[in-house]
């Protein structure tokens, strides 16, 4: 079965980094776009970015360019989500969503938590 | 980027009803490139419908999917206990990539 687990809960520092992981099994990793979609406590949903676990290439939503970067390993299947320069407005929950189409989500990862506090 | 507006935002109804959601675009959504999720507290959002109006595997067809253009409609035929959640329309039509979600409509019991 399809599974994305992510790695787990991060305290951050206000100008620091984070790097999120999602594992992925159950399917050919190489074979779906993993997107990046974040939400803050209590709001809506947010698209990131996305990255071809084939080819690597990636996309990303105008509002975090020059402050994340999606890569991949494709021989332990995984993909990373990498922020930077946090603030407070970072606190979120963070997923991984695999794309077996053209862009809409049919597997979640289980949500990494990121606060950012001094 | 195409902005979602989804209404009403919380509509208050009881087991048994029918609930209409609307989810209207800023521009055309491409390909009726168009998403439906439900999201319960504390879970990652469930995929109902894609592309639309095609239900995602294990969706119960009390679920439907209807639009195209600008105007997007998901609709649950009766509702049961479990469905009292928070649903997200999200468009994934836009070129270069800039996908984006609505604000979301809350379906509570009345």
């Known amino acids: 079965q399809v599974q994305l687990v992510q790695s787990g809960t991060e305290v951050k520092k206000p100008g620091a980094s984070v790097k999120v992981s999602c594992k992925a099994s159950?399917?050919?990793?190489?074979?779906?776009?993993i997107h990046w979609v974040r939400q803050a406590p209590g709001q809506g949903l947010e698209w990131m970015g996305r990255?071809?676990?084939?080819?690597?290439?990636?996309d990303y939503a105008q509002k975090f360019q020059g402050r994340v970067t999606v890569t991949r390993d494709t021989s332990i299947s995984t993909a990373y989500m990498e922020l930077t320069s946090l603030t407070s407005d970072d606190t979120a929950v963070y997923y991984c969503?695999?794309?077996?189409?053209?862009?809409?989500?049919?597997?979640w990862g289980q949500g990494t938590l990121v606060t950012v506090s001094s | 980027e195409i902005v979602l507006t989804q209404s009403p935002g919380t509509l208050s109804l009881s087991p048994g009803e029918r609930a209409t959601l609307s989810c209207r675009a800023s521009?055309?959504?491409?390909?009726?490139?168009l998403a439906w999720y439900q999201q319960k507290p504390g879970q990652p959002p469930r995929l109902l419908i894609y592309?639309?109006?095609t239900r995602a595997t294990g969706i119960p067809d009390r679920f439907s999917g209807s639009g195209s253009g600008t105007d997007f409609t998901l609709t649950i035929s009766s509702l049961e206990p479990e469905d009292f959640a928070v649903y997200y329309c999200?468009?994934?039509?836009?070129?270069?990539?800039?996908?984006?979600f609505g604000p979301g409509t809350k379906v509570d019991i009345k």
């Open positions: 969503a695999r794309d077996p189409r053209y862009g809409d989500y049919d597997f």
């Open positions: 159950g399917y050919t990793f190489t074979a779906s776009y």
């Open positions: 990255i071809n676990p084939n080819s690597g290439g990636t």
């Open positions: 521009q055309s959504v491409s390909s009726s490139r």
């Open positions: 592309d639309a109006s």
């Open positions: 999200h468009q994934y039509g836009s070129s270069p990539p800039e996908f984006t």
